[in-house]
């Protein structure tokens, strides 16, 4: 059972790009939540999707953030208009149907802004 | 105050150590407890679930305390491998989803 897929492992944007991350759960998941760590931080919440809904959205920044999780395909996190303070790990984990509480992370992906 | 808080560290012990962490939260409303562990610049991986009777698994032994609102971890038998940081999560109370991290506790096992 292939584990939660994130790519790109590594995303190197210049100010003022778009950023787009992108994950797929575990097989039978249908549940996606995304963290961000900055650097010598915590994992810090951002949001909670299942498919076609944003369940909870309050640990997002209130602009040029935005998630998605369509009814095909996988998770996409997008940043817009990159910034310098937006580099950091961002992770994507998944947990099962049916109200299971264990999350499982993917191997995240860096982004640095240049 | 912090929703959730751990001692940073780093606890640096030697092999065959034991050693243990605690995390405490604020929230006495909280539910369903959760130890990761973290190498460095890696993802977070699933250690074990604490539950209320208390969770045991090999060397790793996960108690939960509600009345003073601490989760803990003992690890026994310290292997060199075991040399990560250690993360507490947490759901909140309306259960939506969210993990609360705390900081995590460094651990580090020397030969």
């Known amino acids: 059972n292939a584990g939660v897929m994130q790519n790109p492992r590594h995303l190197v944007r210049r100010r003022g790009q778009e950023a787009r991350l992108r994950c797929s759960p575990m097989k039978g998941h249908s549940h996606v939540y995304w963290y961000r760590q900055l650097p010598e931080e915590g994992l810090k919440f951002m949001v909670y999707l299942q498919k076609e809904n944003i369940i909870d959205e309050s640990g997002m920044p209130k602009e040029r953030f935005s998630a998605e999780f369509p009814k095909e395909g996988p998770s996409i996190l997008r940043i817009q208009q990159v910034v310098r303070g937006d580099s950091a790990a961002y992770f994507c984990a998944s947990s099962p149907d049916k109200g299971r509480l264990e999350q499982y992370f993917g191997p995240g992906t860096r982004l640095t802004v240049t | 105050r912090k929703e959730v808080e751990q001692d940073p560290g780093p606890f640096n012990v030697p092999e065959g150590a034991t050693v243990a962490f605690n995390c405490t939260y604020s929230?006495?409303?909280?539910?369903?407890f959760f130890w990761y562990r973290q190498d460095c610049r890696k993802e977070p991986k699933l250690l074990m679930s604490?539950?209320?009777s208390g969770n045991e698994d090999g060397r790793f032994t996960a108690q939960l305390n509600r009345a003073s609102q601490y989760i803990s971890l003992l690890i026994r038998d310290s292997k060199l491998s075991d040399s990560a940081t250690y993360l507490c999560?947490?759901?909140?109370?309306?259960?939506?989803?969210?993990?609360?991290f705390g900081q995590g506790t460094t651990l580090q096992v020397k030969p």
């Open positions: 999560a947490l759901h909140g109370s309306s259960n939506t989803g969210k993990l609360i």
């Open positions: 929230n006495s409303a909280s539910q369903s």
């Open positions: 604490v539950y209320s």
